[in-house]
């Protein structure tokens, strides 16, 4: 701008000369459109720069969901068989005790059924003894045919010496017709001698295929349940030719799978399956992996459409720029009025980049911090307590008898209770480091960092004081009012084995320990 300047006062006094203005005006030109190319060239780069970082972006947090989705399907997963694993041990306990040899179906039929009324997931339960013989079943009568010797499960049991929970693949109940996922224990004679017999849970696969169909992300999506060794025992979409198949030989599962213990890549599964975005783990307790992919297409369908509108934008902008490099004076004068355009474009958009990052931080209902916003939070002053070994504390309360609040004075009544809470607790006197969330339904939680047992007994306090201040009236509560419930537990992660779900677990414990006893109190955990 200073030799625009410079250059207009020099092409002012030449023309008062009556001097030739040719060169300074080529040379002006030739400067705005060196201007201009260049302009074109930092605007193209950002744009560059912006539509990488945002594609970065939507990779990590579509990497951040799936992976999300993928713990969900394993706890499902994990709980099934921890399910199966107690009722079985159960079992085999009762029928070692009593002796395999004084077993009648008349005995185990009713305690069968009884075990097995509140697990939808499953089919049947079977004993077999030591010839492979079916003796006892949940069904009312044993089937015509009892020899099951050439199942995988019994050959397995009877070849191997162990007492941990078997899981076999997947195969068809001679019995209902349907698949299932055989779930065996092996049972031997009380002294440990040699090989008893087999008790057998079925488990239905339309259990899993229920469950899976809640979590479809898109029609390319794939969720997948398979045993380490790479069989699959559920693929969602449902598809009964891929059940029992294996994904071994894929370099997707002998790359990642089969060597890290959880992970998220992006691949295919073989040459004829578009890459995905694929998030896996192993359970801890069994032979058991969890597989979720997302196609790329749908992780990056809203980052594509805004980097078509800043595409747009820009070709817009470079036309318009080409076509006002026409006129000298109309040049300077739109490109001014441009670059002001995008300057109020860049602020506005880093407002509203401020207001989401604000959205995505706070509770809607409350204006306090959300839950997201608080595990972030946490870890980070987790891993500061660490370094500096310092103390942090945690304080998790609930409201009693939340739920007959709402039955009696309404949903809407309850909502405007919660937000007279949250507004109680933004309004203690916390340090700038403390964090208070709303940790879930009538749930909140604060965290402070640096703070001993005496002074999180003292902010509980203050917290209690608060809630009970309000003097909300709440005829269902033994008090007559809304009272809390507080769990307070301070740890020192630098020392003890801690963690930060470890933490929260010890509040919510004390928390508990209130409820107990009767809540309206403070707990110490």
């Known amino acids: ?88 041990t159960d079992l085999a306990q009762r029928i070692t005790h009593d002796g395999l040899d004084a077993v009648e179906q008349a005995q185990l039929h009713p305690l069968f059924t009884a075990k097995m009324r509140d697990l939808p997931q499953v089919r049947g339960i079977f004993l077999y003894d ?12 044993l089937p015509a045919n009892t020899d099951f010797t050439d199942r995988d499960y019994y050959r397995y049991h009877r070849d191997h010496n162990d007492t941990q929970l078997h899981i076999g693949k997947v195969i068809r109940s001679r019995l209902s017709g349907g698949l299932i996922l055989p779930v ?51 693929r969602h979409p449902y598809n009964e030719r891929a059940i029992g198949s294996s994904i071994s030989a894929s370099p997707l599962y002998q790359q990642h799978i089969d060597q890290q213990t959880s992970g998220v890549m992006t691949g295919a599964l073989n040459n004829h399956d578009p890459r995905k975005i694929y998030s896996f783990t192993h359970l801890q307790q069994f032979p058991v992996a969890i597989t979720t992919g997302m196609s790329l297409n749908q992780a990056l369908v809203d980052w594509r459409q805004d980097a078509i509108s800043h595409v747009i934008l820009v070709v817009i902008f470079l036309a ?52 997201r916003h608080f595990d972030l939070a946490l870890t980070d002053e987790f891993n500061r307590a660490v370094a500096s070994h310092e103390s942090l504390g945690i304080i998790l309360l609930d409201i009693d008898f939340f739920k007959q609040y709402n039955d009696l004075y309404g949903h809407v009544a309850g909502d405007n209770c919660l937000k007279r809470i949250g507004e109680a607790l933004k309004a203690l006197p916390l340090r700038h480091r403390d964090r208070v969330a709303r940790y879930g339904g009538e749930e909140f939680i604060i965290l402070l960092p640096q703070t001993d047992a005496a002074g ?57 320990q209130a409820k107990g006893e009767g809540r309206n109190r403070i707990c110490f955990a």
């Open 1 to 88: 701008m200073l030799k625009l300047t410079h250059f207009f006062g020099r092409r002012r006094r030449k023309k008062d000369s009556d001097s030739l203005d040719g060169p300074p005006r080529f040379s002006l030109s030739l400067q705005v459109a060196a201007s201009a190319v260049l302009l074109a060239v930092v605007l193209v780069s950002l744009t560059g720069w912006h539509l990488y970082h945002t594609y970065q972006l939507a990779l990590w947090r579509s990497q951040n969901n799936i992976l999300n989705l993928t713990q969900a399907l394993s706890q499902h997963a994990n709980d099934t068989f921890m399910q199966a694993e107690l009722l079985l």
């Open 130 to 141: 030591a010839a492979g013989r079916m003796v006892a079943t949940s069904d009312a009568a």
């Open 184 to 234: 065996s224990l092996r049972i031997n004679h009380p002294d440990g001698s040699c090989f008893a017999g087999v008790l057998l849970e079925s488990v239905v696969i339309d259990y899993f295929r229920h469950f899976y169909a809640r979590f479809v992300i898109d029609d390319d999506s794939t969720l997948m349940m398979m045993l380490n060794n790479g069989t699959v025992l559920y």
């Open 320 to 371: 318009l720029l080409s076509l006002l490099a026409i006129s000298f004076i109309r040049q300077i004068r739109s490109r001014m009025r441009v670059e002001e355009e995008l300057r109020h474009a860049q602020r506005e958009l880093r407002k509203l980049n401020q207001s989401l990052e604000h959205l995505a931080r706070r509770d809607g209902l409350t204006g306090l911090y959300n839950r």
């Open 456 to 512: 999180a007994r003292e902010v509980a306090q203050r917290v209690y004081e608060a809630i009970t201040g309000l003097a909300i009236r709440h005829q269902a509560s033994p008090t007559g009012a809304l009272t809390p419930s507080i769990g307070v537990y301070v740890g020192q992660p630098a020392i003890r084995d801690e963690s930060p779900s470890r933490m929260v677990s010890r509040a919510d414990t004390a928390l508990y």
